[in-house]
């Protein structure tokens, strides 16, 4: 019986059967090849990992907060940023220079930046450099903000504002009321993402150290391998990472889920 | 310099004139780039008139009346409400729009509010009436288009006439002056036009001045008190619905009713 004669069906099932077994086979000489002994030697020991308790707790609670203070200053910073650059004049034209500015540089950067000229800048007040860090993060978040909010915004139907005006309300609270919640509705997903993305750079505070109590996850990982000489801590550390940002895209998920049929 | 010295003698000139007519347009040119929309309008609307205005699409119909309330701004020409004068930079436009209710093609309710709430919150921000005042005089409108029922509902879960009713009780929430309505059947499913000409049938009957484009010949000559055909940016004929629906004139407005009748 030549090729052509077997009934389709039976083709298309035969030929996923086929990529299933290469798959598995490639994946089994890789994991036939790797040093188990040394990688579960290296990274997953347990007695490494139980040093890292109960100080680990206080490292997630200190990426969270992070994460939050400066979703919630990008979010404000961006929602003003995305109406100046839609508006006309010269705000516009700031807008628009610290949009560029801030999604051109390299958040690492940024943070080093603000983490050297901050305390600098202002000596008298004694800024922590987590702080300085916080405020650097905020603006670079703020920049990719403005721009989801200003797609949020232009997405709105142009009936709304006028069905607004036509009412007798005013410019700003058409705004307010009418155009930037459903704008937020429509940005829930890349709010959502730029969130997660935010929780990952975070990390980056590494660079500007760090006290025993203001360590995020990723230094505290870090901090944990060098004292252990062991690579463990990484992979809690990534454990703690997934934990969060899972269910945290879930939530939002549903969140979405629940506004959609409300509208 | 002399300019400005007489403008300021002029204000306020932002509280409307009881005896002047509620609409007034003289010589309204509106282009859009190239595009000459309105070439030199002048009506004048007087108190408890139903003006339909009916046409072809893109004879500026609805340009007219959006430059009415100012959603669009006039290239040139005149638009008096009230006898106030809406392009007068001393002129507080958003208290001049509070007396003319606009009802659109879309229904442009906001869908992210419950209807009680469409129908208050201009109320409250614009008039500044209290949450319990805004919505009594809610329900009391609501029950004016027959939907009290539905005042917890989200625009979405209502009917295409359902949601252009709320859009006309949000309207006169403001206790306007005056009603615009720009095509507001046009969207509708053939069998909910009727539940919307009906509320807005009654409302001409109660005396409120309104001004309708629209396709709807039967309500034009029923209810309406005065019948412009625009063509290409201008007025055509005008008149008498009856008449001009039963013996029009102008070649234009024959050729027109024609084919729509």
């Known amino acids: 019986m030549a090729l052509r004669d077997i009934r389709p069906t039976v083709r298309r099932r035969a030929s996923r059967v086929s990529s299933y077994v290469v798959f598995l086979a490639i994946l089994a000489v890789l994991v036939s090849l790797a040093d188990w002994e040394n990688l579960s030697k290296n990274f997953l020991r347990a007695d490494v990992a139980a040093t890292m308790f109960p100080m680990v707790w206080r490292a997630a609670f200190n990426t969270l907060w992070y994460t939050a203070a400066s979703f ?53 007040f004694k800024i922590p450099s987590t702080i300085s860090a916080l405020v650097a993060l905020s603006l670079v978040s703020s920049a990719y903000t403005a721009e989801i909010i200003r ?8 009936g709304q504002r006028e069905a607004a005006r036509s009412l007798g309300m005013t410019h700003m609270q058409t705004t307010m009321s009418v155009i930037l919640p459903q704008a937020f509705r429509i940005v829930i997903p890349p709010l ?59 939530l939002v998920s549903k969140l979405e889920k629940k506004m959609a049929v409300k509208k | 310099m002399s300019e400005t010295t007489s403008r300021a003698r002029l204000h306020p000139r932002d509280t409307p004139d009881p005896n002047a007519p509620p609409i007034q347009v003289i010589d309204l040119h509106k282009f859009f780039g190239e595009h000459h929309v309105l070439k030199g309008i002048d009506l004048t609307v007087e108190k408890k008139q139903v003006v339909c205005v009916i046409g072809p699409s893109g004879s500026g119909k609805s340009t007219l009346l959006r430059s009415i309330n100012l959603l669009e701004w006039p290239s040139g020409g005149k638009v008096y409400i009230e006898g106030i004068d809406v392009q007068d930079p001393d002129v507080n436009l958003d208290r001049i729009r509070t007396r003319i209710g606009m ?127 625009m063509d290409d940016g201008q007025i055509v004929e ?17 050729a027109f009713l024609s084919k729509v009748l």
């Open chain 1, 72 to 124: 919630v200053a990008g979010t404000i910073l961006g929602t003003v940023f995305a109406l100046m650059k839609m508006s006309k004049g010269p705000l516009k034209w700031f807008a628009v220079a610290y949009i560029e500015l801030f999604r051109g540089l390299p958040a690492m950067l940024t943070i080093l930046l603000m983490a050297f000229a901050i305390p600098i800048a202002f000596s008298s």
């Open chain 1, 151 to 158: 797609s949020g915004i232009e997405a709105v139907a142009k």
């Open chain 2, 238 to 254: 005008e008149g008498n619905p009856r008449e001009i629906l039963a013996n029009p004139q102008q070649p234009r407005t024959q």
């Open chain 2, 103 to 229: 009802v659109f093609q879309s229904f442009n309710l906001f869908p992210h509010m419950n209807v009680l709430r469409n129908v208050t919150i201009a109320q409250e921000k614009v008039l500044g009436r209290s949450k319990e005042e805004a919505q009594q005089i809610a329900w009391d409108m609501l029950e004016r288009v027959g939907l009290t029922d539905k005042a917890s509902a989200h625009p979405s879960q209502l009917s295409g006439g359902q949601q252009q009713r709320v859009a006309i009780a949000r309207s006169l929430s403001m206790n306007p002056d005056m009603m615009l309505f720009d095509e507001p059947t046009s969207a509708l499913d053939p069998e909910l036009v009727g539940e919307v000409l009906e509320v807005m049938r009654t409302l001409a009957q109660e005396g409120m001045t309104m001004m309708v484009v629209t396709h709807e010949m039967g309500f034009a000559r029923e209810v309406g008190t005065r019948l412009i055909f």
């Open chain 1, 192 to 250: 959502t993402n730029e969130l997660v993305l935010l929780l990952k750079d975070t990390s980056l505070f590494f660079a500007v150290g760090a006290t025993k109590f203001s360590k995020e996850l990723l230094q505290f990982g870090r901090d944990a391998g060098t004292t252990n000489a062991n690579f463990t801590p990484y992979m809690v550390v990534a454990v703690f990472y997934l934990v969060i940002t899972i269910p945290l895209t879930w």
